[in-house]
């Protein structure tokens, strides 16, 4: 189940520009048995990827709820210490969520004058809103940000999308979201709706 961590991550790091969207696994929307049904859809994405020889293609749905589940019930304890949370909302052409990261535990090392000067302000734990797009075609998968809220303030693209290589780049195993990865299990495209997504293999 490792493996998928990368591909879920980089749907989810994606968080929007919705702010004040509830937190943790008392949240509505966020459900032991919609966990339950989350994981073992990624077993059934794993299991057919093991099929060999492979055998034609498969399709499976993953809802808003079974993903945000997912990712609270069982890889909330595999994050960095530097992400606290992730909850996402799917829609058709983006998507939107919050994701709320620890700067003490973030350790950002941009060489870059104006993100060191900006990373060396923050403090503590902050609420970071995105809206963007997942590429997610050809067998691999990446995130274009569009619009991000640091708190309730504003913050250049270019230092949003630092933050999200660095905390991508903290987790097990380490990833860029913004670079194209390849997806696990076989996966060759997702395709996303209004409240859920299809991982087709």
Not at 45 to 56: K, Q
Request: aromatic residues 8%; positive net charge.
């Amino acid at each position: 189940m490792r493996r998928i961590w990368p591909t879920i991550l980089c749907v989810t790091l994606i968080a929007g520009s919705v702010t004040g969207l509830p937190q943790g696994p008392s949240s509505p929307g966020i459900s032991r048995k919609a966990s339950v049904s989350g994981a073992r859809k990624v077993k059934r994405l794993e299991d057919f990827a093991s099929i060999e020889p492979p055998r034609g293609s498969q399709t499976t749905r993953f809802s808003e709820e079974e993903i945000n589940s997912f990712l609270a019930y069982d890889l909330s304890s595999k994050y960095h210490a530097c992400l606290k949370s992730l909850i996402v909302r799917i829609e058709p052409t983006e998507l939107r969520g919050v994701s709320v990261l620890d700067f003490d535990r973030l350790g950002m090392t941009s060489k870059k004058f104006f993100t060191k000067l900006i990373a060396g302000m923050f403090r503590g734990t902050h609420t970071l809103s995105m809206r963007g797009k997942v590429i997610a075609r050809e067998g691999k998968a990446h995130f274009e940000l569009e619009e991000a809220v640091f708190d309730d303030t504003s913050l250049p693209n270019f230092l949003v999308e630092e933050i999200i290589s660095t905390v991508g780049k903290r987790q097990k195993p380490p990833f860029d979201p913004l670079q194209p990865s390849q997806m696990p299990y076989g996966i060759q495209r997702v395709d996303f709706y209004k409240g859920y997504m299809i991982v087709r293999q």
